[in-house]
């Protein structure tokens, strides 16, 4: 039985440093989505990891070719990642919703709020964000992201939200 291990990430906001500690903890990743405010550190983000990146672009990432919003299939998943700015995610998660749905997708990430976010409807629709790895803005405001591990035979997902003491 062969897993891919995800790792996804946001709001890094140029701080390399948790990003070291993330991989030295996790090891190895197979993937990392990011949903933005990587502030041209795309590059630095994809060596650390050693691994393929897929980013969208934050409202605080002016260089790079990142979209706004895009599309990714994985283990028979389809994912729509974005921001979360242009669609209100500071006030509620309907916009997000009726976008990714709308896309086809059966997960939605994103990022902006800087405070990580997991819910599992009874569907099987799943909207996620990882938290920030740069400012996090939760009580307790520890550095976040998410794993998740994929069964490429099955489909199934499992989701582990992770936390990184304050340095």
């Known amino acids: 039985m062969s897993k891919l291990r995800i790792l996804v990430i946001s709001d890094t906001h140029r701080n390399v440093r948790r990003l070291k500690d993330v991989m030295a903890r996790e090891k190895q990743v197979d993937m990392v989505l990011h949903m933005g405010d990587l502030e041209g550190h795309g590059g630095y983000v994809e060596q650390t990891a050693g691994c393929k990146l897929q980013a969208v672009r934050g409202n605080c990432d002016y260089d790079g070719d990142w979209p706004v919003d895009t599309m990714v299939e994985i283990g028979g998943h389809t994912i729509f990642m974005t921001h979360g700015h242009r669609y209100g995610v500071d006030y509620g998660l309907y916009e997000l919703e009726d976008m990714a749905r709308g896309c086809g997708a059966d997960i939605a990430m994103y990022g902006h709020t800087h405070c990580p976010y997991f819910e599992q409807q009874k569907d099987g629709f ?23 591990e994929v069964d490429e035979e099955t489909g199934k997902i499992e989701y582990h939200q992770r936390y990184l003491k304050a340095i």
């Open 126 to 148: 799943v909207i996620l964000n990882p938290g920030s790895l740069g400012s996090p803005r939760q009580n307790p405001r520890e550095p976040s992201y998410m794993i998740m």
